[in-house]
């Protein structure tokens, strides 16, 4: 069973930086995706950036582009999102969650960790 958890939460002022970390267990990740999604009050939730474990592939959503760094620490099976120049929309939940690459669908999550950036 695959199992995300995630960690690195916290309350950081606008143009602060944090690191969430993801922490994978339960399967061998070379045939996933892993990707960080958020979801604030009353929005929908967004992917804000993906990794292909097999060949480092990275995809980045406009609202994150320049800004947030999704990385891998493979003998640690922990994937990370550093999150940079943060703004008070940034203010969220984050989720780490993953699928197989041949599924379209995320279908694993973790708990989620609560970012909130101050004015």
């Known amino acids: 069973q695959v199992q995300l958890v995630e960690s690195g939460g916290g309350l950081v002022q606008a143009g602060g930086s944090l690191r969430l970390s993801c922490a994978a267990s339960?399967?061998?990740?070379?045939?996933?995706?892993i990707g960080w999604f958020r979801q604030a009050p009353g929005k929908e939730r967004e992917l804000l950036t993906s990794?292909?474990?097999?060949?480092?592939?990275?995809y980045y959503g406009d609202s994150v582009k320049g800004r947030f760094t999704i990385s891998r620490d493979n003998a640690k099976n922990t994937v990370y999102l550093q999150m940079n120049s943060l703004k008070p929309e940034d203010t969220a939940v984050y989720y780490c969650?993953?699928?197989?690459?041949?599924?379209?669908?995320?279908?694993?999550w973790g708990q989620g960790t609560q970012v909130t950036v101050s004015s």
């Open positions: 339960g399967r061998t990740f070379s045939e996933y995706f």
């Open positions: 990794f292909k474990w097999s060949d480092g592939s990275t």
């Open positions: 969650a993953a699928r197989k690459a041949s599924m379209y669908r995320y279908n694993y």
